[in-house]
């Protein structure tokens, strides 16, 4: 009986202290592919009305331009160089301003701190901008190309002339690179001002004001005349266009797009990293 009472009497054992649990592995976080951003920046292009209507005029002039080098050119100027200049001309000022809606869209449009806030460090949103730009020049080139050769095999049929194919693959490319610096220009633009209006009216002065007083300037002043190629990039980049380049023009391009373009380029991708998006 003594032995009952103590065992109900006695205090039940605390219960086994159970085992901790194992730490759950820490979530990583990957980031966003760059193939991903360049996907969602070239889309940005499209997606508002104005960028949709600048991309469809890049079609739109090459066929006017062809249309009009068809109707008006003189038959012994159905070539193809004479197709791919008038097409390059009104490119040229199309394919800058592509360039700068791509980054101040950011900021007149108020996305800036929804893509900055998806993507923290600017830089990489940067990069996808200038890759989506260059894709789209290069692209808009061939689409020129392409157009343009058609032009001349039609403009050859109605002529009755042999189709004339007068641009080799060097000079291609130069006009290639030609483009693409002029984009280059309209971007570095559209970063030091990150506005639509500033920058569309920065690179008119660049691209009008700007030649006509450096030609100015040298046809006056002999000092300047062997200084332009060096200072004017207008100057050094239309040689492209219609010159060999050689050793020397090449040097000349390299200086001039150091003052005019790379340098302010960075100053302002220097300003977009630090600045604060309102």
């Avoid at 951003?37 to 960028?51: I, Q, W």
């Avoid at 020397?248 to 100053?267: C, D, M, N, R």
């Amino acid at each position: 009986m003594t032995t009952q009472i103590q065992a109900a009497t006695q205090a039940p054992a605390p219960p086994a202290a159970a085992a901790p649990e194992a730490p759950a592995g820490r979530r990583v976080v990957r980031p966003i592919p760059m193939t991903r951003l360049v996907g969602v920046e070239l889309r940005k292009m499209f997606d508002t009305r104005a960028g949709f209507w600048m991309m469809a005029s890049v079609g739109i002039v090459s066929v006017l331009a062809t249309a009009a080098v068809i109707i008006w050119a003189p038959d012994e100027a159905i070539t193809q160089n004479t197709f791919s200049t008038a097409i390059g001309m009104p490119l040229s000022v199309v394919l800058p301003i592509i360039a700068i809606l791509s980054v101040t869209g950011e900021y007149s449009q108020r996305t800036g701190l929804t893509t900055y806030t998806l993507v923290p460090w600017r830089g990489r949103v940067m990069a996808a901008k200038v890759v989506s730009t260059l894709l789209v020049g290069v692209a808009a080139m061939f689409v020129a190309l392409a157009v343009g050769a058609l032009g001349n095999v039609v403009g050859s049929a109605i002529t009755g002339l042999d189709a004339t194919w007068d641009i080799t693959l060097t000079q291609f490319g130069n006009i290639v690179l030609a483009n693409v610096l002029g984009m280059l220009m309209g971007f570095m633009l559209g970063v030091l001002f990150r506005s639509s209006a500033g920058a569309i009216v920065g690179y008119f002065v660049y691209s009008l004001v700007l030649p006509v007083a450096f030609g100015t300037l040298a046809a006056f002043q002999e000092w300047f005349r062997d200084l332009q190629p060096w200072v004017d990039v207008n100057f050094a980049v239309t040689r492209l266009f219609d010159q060999t380049m050689t050793a020397e023009y090449w040097q000349q391009l390299g200086v001039s797009t150091l003052v005019w373009l790379w340098i302010p380029l960075a100053i302002g991708l220097r300003a977009i990293l630090r600045a604060e998006v309102k």
